[in-house]
């Protein structure tokens, strides 16, 4: 592919967006200008899973590019903000959540180890438990001692035992806060 450096086809988006599902190449070596286009970025995104890795810090850094590379690929939150500001703010990785559940992988350590954020995400998406840190996970188990088979509510807050998550009941626990959506959302998810 060293052709293309030859031919100097780095500067045609065209050529660019082919080979670069083929390849990181054409990527690395399009030009400055390429990968400071928001719309082409995207669209190479959605061709080739690491194209973020060679979009320009500005664009990683803007808050909106990234949502949308969001709802292309959960992984965009690993290219968020090369200063890691994107993945320490609970604001943008709440909202990457609300798009990609498992965006959550790639938050900082501070925000899977932040308690409180960790049961707020849960009520979007009780699967991304095994994202958090080790810690509140252990956490969120001594507070869920009781032996609980199904959900049940408690006032305001949803009681689930969370040894008894697992991929055979997960949809039953969904369907059961979609439910409790319809009448009020809980305040908290134990």
Do not use: H
């Not at 080979?19 to 990181?24: N, T």
């Not at 320009?56 to 903000?81: C, G, P, Q, T």
């Not at 509510?153 to 697992?166: E, F, P, R, S």
């Amino acid at each position: 592919m060293s052709w293309i450096l030859n031919l100097g086809c780095y500067k045609n988006k065209g050529i660019i967006l082919e080979y670069c599902k083929k390849s990181d190449e054409p990527l690395m070596l399009a030009s400055k200008q390429i990968k400071q286009d928001k719309e082409f970025m995207l669209k190479a995104f959605k061709v080739n899973s690491n194209a973020l890795k060679y979009t320009d810090k500005k664009l990683n850094d803007d808050e909106e590019f990234m949502l949308e590379a969001l709802k292309i690929r959960a992984i965009a939150v690993k290219y968020a903000s090369t200063s890691n500001r994107l993945k320490d703010n609970k604001d943008f990785i709440s909202k990457a959540i609300s798009i990609k559940p498992f965006a959550i992988e790639y938050a900082s350590d501070r925000l899977r180890n932040d308690e409180n954020f960790i049961l707020k995400a849960l009520q979007i998406n009780p699967y991304i438990l095994k994202y958090a840190s080790s810690e509140v996970q252990n956490n969120l188990k001594r507070l869920n001692t009781a032996d609980k088979k199904e959900p049940e509510t408690n006032g305001n807050n949803l009681v689930i035992c969370l040894d008894d998550i697992d991929e055979e009941n997960i949809d039953d626990i969904i369907a059961y806060l979609n439910t409790l959506k319809e009448k009020k959302r809980p305040q908290n998810i134990l």
